[in-house]
């Protein structure tokens, strides 16, 4: 098990950590907000395309999606490559469908996940 006391005799400075934290500025977040439904299978395609060409570099993946004639939200959240969707709650009444996505990576192509 892990021993603070320990850890402090090997290493004084273990926790000081005054100047470690370097940020990547590769690593990055966009997100894409259309008004309207979607094709399922035509995003479904979209996903697969970015998982192949972008997988690597994606860190985390979600959004919410109104699917062309379906009542209920479609969910989705990715980490890396690892894809899990499913059909949520209705939209309610008067509320305005729509399709809000959200992609956090290293080295992303925004404009590739815009076209």
Same mark, same amino acid.
């Given at each position: 098990?892990?021993?603070?006391?320990?850890? /402090?005799?090997?290493?004084?400075?273990?926790?000081?950590?005054?100047?470690?934290?370097?940020?990547?500025?590769?690593?990055?977040?966009?997100?894409?907000?259309?008004?309207?439904?979607?094709?399922?299978?035509?995003?479904?395609?979209?996903?697969?395309?970015? /998982?192949?060409?972008?997988?690597?570099?994606?860190?985390?993946?979600?959004?919410?999606?109104?699917?062309?004639?379906?009542?209920?939200?479609?969910?989705?959240?990715?980490?890396?490559?690892?894809?899990?969707?499913?059909?949520?709650?209705?939209?309610?009444?008067?509320?305005? *469908?729509?399709? *809000?996505?959200?992609?956090?990576?290293?080295?992303?192509?925004?404009?590739?996940?815009?076209?």
């Amino acid at each position: 098990a892990f021993d603070l006391e320990r850890t /402090l005799e090997m290493d004084p400075e273990f926790l000081n950590t005054d100047g470690e934290h370097v940020h990547d500025e590769t690593v990055t977040s966009t997100g894409i907000d259309i008004t309207g439904d979607v094709d399922l299978d035509m995003f479904q395609d979209y996903m697969s395309s970015i /998982l192949r060409d972008q997988g690597n570099n994606m860190f985390r993946m979600k959004g919410v999606l109104a699917v062309e004639g379906v009542p209920d939200k479609f969910v989705y959240q990715a980490v890396h490559m690892i894809f899990k969707s499913n059909f949520d709650e209705a939209w309610k009444e008067g509320e305005e *469908r729509c399709c *809000r996505l959200t992609f956090i990576g290293k080295n992303i192509d925004k404009e590739a996940l815009r076209n």
